[in-house]
Structures are given as C-alpha cells and as structure tokens.
Nanobody, 124 residues
Framework: QLRLMESGGGSVRPGGSVRLSCSASGRTQDYYGMGWFREAPGKEREAVSCVASRHGGTYYADSVKGRFTISRDTASNKVYLQMNDLKPEDSAVYYC?????????????????WGQGTPVSISS
C-alpha cells in the first residue's frame, strides 16, 4: 500500500490559481497511474485528472479541461495538479489516488490507495 500525502489546498477567489502536490512513498513500482479526485459536500467523489505513470498519458474531466494541468515527477514520486481560472464549483476536498490498474482508468473504483485530502475553497 502506498502512502500518499497531499498539500497545497487553500482558499482563493474566482479566477485564481492553486497548485496541489502529492507525494507517494512505498512500492510505487506496483502502480500504473496517479490521479486527482474531488469530493464536494453531498456529492460523490469524482475524477478530475489522471496520469499514467509509465507513458505519461493524461485524462481530464470535461469540467476542468483547459484550466487544470496534471504533471508528474517520476524521480521523486510526486504528482501535481495546477488549477487555473478556478470557479466556485471547483470547491471541494481534493484527493490524490494511486492505481494498480494497468489500463489506468480514471475512475474511483479503479484506484486503490488514497491520501487524506486537501480542501480547496473558491469564493469571493
């Protein structure tokens, strides 16, 4: 099991930017993908963006395309989520996840380990 630790959440105004970081420790070689998910109050945890650890392929939810960018640093076992042009509907607790799914399907049920989450709040 991986240990995942997120950082970088906070409160910003609409249109602002936040960069989330996730550090992974453990048997990272057993995992094929990393991803960011979010959970707003009263809603299910949803996929935001995922990246394949080996070839770097990415997935973005339609709601964040063009605004968010996922990246990875394989040498340090970190994954980042740069979030720009933030909107109030982006407010949620953001979770870093790790997947042992070779297909790296960016869906909650295909992710195995999770961080503790970091809150992001967008309001004026």
């Amino acid at each position: 099991q991986l240990r995942l630790m997120e950082s970088g959440g906070g409160s910003v105004r609409p249109g602002g930017s936040v960069r989330l970081s996730c550090s992974a420790s453990g048997r990272t070689q057993d995992y094929y993908g990393m991803g960011w998910f979010r959970e707003a109050p009263g809603k299910e945890r949803e996929a935001v963006s995922c990246v394949a650890s080996r070839h770097g392929g990415t997935y973005y939810a339609d709601s964040v395309k063009g605004r968010f960018t996922i990246s990875r640093d394989t040498a340090s076992n970190k994954v980042y989520l740069q979030m720009n042009d933030l909107k109030p509907e982006d407010s949620a607790v953001y979770y870093c996840g790790a997947s042992r799914d070779p297909l790296v399907r960016c869906q909650r049920r295909h992710f195995d380990d999770w961080g503790q989450g970091t809150p992001v709040s967008i309001s004026s």
